[in-house]
């Protein structure tokens, strides 16, 4: 079983339409992290959950909306795309310490 | 969190020993060692981490000076498949915490 999981592994799509990256970890993991690895490869977290609450919104445009409907899941929502926001988006849960991370969803926006 | 400084990149030998080094010389007191590694196209996948002590487990070892203001990570017999990015990250734990990715060090492990 894989702890933490994405959907979709590739995402294309143009410019303005609005899509969704599911998440859902099965590790009993009480937080759950975004990150987004842009094409110079740098990892920056954008959002963190804990137990459904937010606890960091690393100042991401408010197009990007992360919703979690149980401790679980962490899905993000973004509306109106642009050709900057082509890039590959992580999950992540932990529990105190040690992340781990899902294998990706690489968005491309054409 | 306290900033973290690697060699960009490193080669290793395959079945030597890699040592990866990592300066964190403005580490807080409770600011945990962690090690991460990206293997191309792959989520980052959590190594170790240390406070103060040395810490092994199956996959490295983790070397911490007693200033802490320095760590080593050892993967003691590499292998191609450890060819990655490897990120040292100094971070508190908890649910407010977060972790802060540098550039990290490319390891190229060498047949």
């Known amino acids: 079983d894989t702890a933490v999981s994405q959907t979709p592994k590739y995402l294309v799509t143009q410019m303005g339409n609005d899509k969704s990256i599911k998440c859902e970890q099965n590790?009993?993991?009480?937080?759950m992290y975004w990150y987004k690895q842009d094409s110079k490869k740098f990892l920056k977290i954008m959002f963190s959950y804990n137990n459904k609450e937010l606890i960091i919104n690393e100042t991401v445009p408010n197009r990007f909306s992360p919703k979690s409907p149980d401790k679980a899941h962490l899905n993000l929502h973004i509306n109106s795309l642009e050709l900057g926001d082509s890039a590959v988006y992580f999950c992540?849960?932990?529990?105190?310490?040690?992340?781990?991370f899902g294998s990706g969803t690489r968005l491309t926006v054409v | 969190d306290a900033k973290t400084t690697q060699p960009p990149s490193m080669d290793c030998a395959e079945g030597r020993a890699a040592n990866l080094p990592c300066n964190h010389s403005t580490i807080s007191g409770n600011e945990y060692v962690y090690w991460y590694r990206q293997i191309h196209s792959q989520g980052p996948q959590y190594i170790i981490h240390g406070l103060k002590n040395n810490e092994t487990n199956e996959m490295a070892s983790l070397i911490i000076t007693e200033d802490r203001k320095s760590s080593t990570l050892i993967l003691p017999h590499a292998t191609l498949r450890d060819t990655a990015v490897y990120y040292c990250?100094?971070?508190?734990?908890?649910?407010?915490?977060?972790?802060?990715f540098g550039t990290g060090t490319l390891l190229a492990v060498q047949p």
């Open positions: 590790l009993g993991h009480d937080t």
């Open positions: 990250i100094a971070s508190k734990t908890g649910a407010t915490n977060k972790l802060i």
């Open positions: 992540a849960s932990s529990r105190e310490s040690g992340y781990t």
